[in-house]
């Protein structure tokens, strides 16, 4: 990554992505690169094989690199794995002497009460996002800066993660040859590529179904207020159609793409599908039947996203 050139990767179960961005003169963006490889390596979002991780993670850059015809040095990583754990912290200061104007210092204090939790060994902060702030009885303040107070409270979301699975996930950045800049909970990088600002400010839930994991980050009041990760995603479905209909998961993987659909209302009624050779000769499914075996486990992880 250069002042010219943001480079994010997004290390999935199925897949890996990397995209080169580069940075115009108003301060927006044009994707000038981009490259996927086979996610060798990870299963349900966690490194199983550094190795293995790694090679697919240079695969998916040399792709992007001779897109843009510009080396890539270092990487902003996504991650979403089930070991990602959020929930919502505050904290509070006195303002003294009290009644003076609150200063960006003070700000700056409170939100480091907010951020002083006690956390297992094992796990480790990865985002500390600022939610609201509290004047004296006032809530739901965005900038407290320049007001008088005698107390000052902050609200953060607080996005944590199992150290060892995130020095793994460095460690195939690394092994790839190129540097880890920083690590990003998917879900929120995400919300900065789909949401507009009104969605955020009246609320949104934003929901990732990825291969091994889904992810997810609920909006209100201009920032998150919940998110986390769901250790079900694309590659259950797959098992289902392969399962249900008795063909090889190959079949199933691109059955799913090419045919399904997530609510059985929606499938042709007659509509009969032609299975590969490798499936049996001569062998037809039925696109509903298709559907039937599609929504109950998407509906599964939407009821999961739910809870």
Same mark, same amino acid.
């Given at each position: 990554?250069? #002042? ?21 003169? #108003?301060?927006?963006?044009? =994707? ?12 349900? *979002? ?15 850059? *040399? ?29 509070? =200061? ?27 060994? #094992? ?5 500390? =996002? ?12 965005? #900038? ?88 079900? *995603? ?15 998961? %190959? ?12 609510? %059985? ?7 009969? =599908? ?34």
């Amino acid at each position: 990554m250069t #002042d010219q050139f943001i480079v994010s990767i997004d290390v999935g179960t199925t897949s890996m992505a990397v995209c080169i961005g580069e940075v115009r003169e #108003d301060g927006g963006m044009k =994707i000038v690169g981009a490259g996927r490889a086979p996610s060798d390596g990870i299963r349900k *979002g966690v490194v199983v094989d550094i190795e293995e991780a790694a090679a697919a993670v240079r695969e998916a850059a *040399g792709e992007a690199e001779r897109m843009a015809g510009a080396r890539i040095e270092g990487v902003c990583a996504g991650i979403a794995s089930p070991h990602i754990r959020c929930f919502n912290s505050r904290g509070v =200061i006195p303002v003294e002497p009290t009644g003076r104007e609150v200063t960006r210092r003070d700000i700056d204090r409170v939100t480091a009460t907010a951020r002083d939790i006690t956390l297992p060994a #094992d796990r480790e902060i990865l985002h500390a =996002i600022p939610q609201d702030y509290m004047v004296d009885r006032q809530t739901g303040i965005a #900038d407290p800066a320049g007001m008088s107070a005698a107390r000052l409270g902050a609200e953060l979301h607080i996005v944590t993660g199992l150290r060892q699975p995130v020095e793994h996930f460095t460690k195939v950045i690394e092994k790839a040859g190129y540097e880890l800049i920083n690590v990003v909970f998917d879900p929120l990088a995400a919300a900065e590529a789909v949401l507009r600002e009104a969605e955020r400010e009246a609320g949104c839930l934003l929901v990732d179904i990825g291969g091994g994991v889904t992810s997810f980050a609920l909006f209100h009041g201009g920032c998150a207020r919940a998110s986390g990760v769901i250790p079900a *995603g694309g590659q259950n479905i797959t098992g289902d159609l392969a399962i249900g209909l008795r063909v090889p998961t %190959a079949t199933a993987e691109a059955l799913k793409l090419e045919r399904g659909v997530a609510l %059985a209302s929606m499938a042709p009624a007659e509509e009969e =599908i032609e299975l590969p050779p490798e499936a049996g000769s001569g062998m037809t499914v039925r696109t509903q039947i298709v559907a039937a075996i599609v929504e109950p486990r998407c509906e599964e992880i939407f009821d999961m996203v739910k809870e």
